[in-house]
């Protein structure tokens, strides 16, 4: 299964960044984040295994699951949807 964004997200300018496995999607969008990106990025991956939920908790997701984070970040216009 191949990852893709659909017609209308790719046209406002939403990027993708598409693993099979990852240690978590949130840390990489952080580092994304920390290194400048301008948002609208969907880090997604099949597999997760070293991601966290609240209170620290661990949270995996194992393979031909879905696991997602959506980078955004304050600034610019603000429009109605």
Do not use: C, I, Y
Request: proline share 5%.
């Amino acid at each position: 299964m191949a990852f893709r964004l659909a017609p209308t997200a790719a046209s406002e300018g939403f990027r993708l960044e598409a693993h099979d496995s990852v240690g978590s999607t949130n840390a990489l969008a952080l580092e994304h984040a920390r290194a400048g990106d301008p948002g609208r990025l969907w880090v997604v991956s099949k597999k997760q295994e070293s991601g966290r939920g609240r209170r620290g908790r661990a949270w995996a997701t194992p393979e031909g699951n879905l696991a997602a984070t959506l980078l955004l970040v304050p600034g610019g216009e603000l429009r109605l949807a």
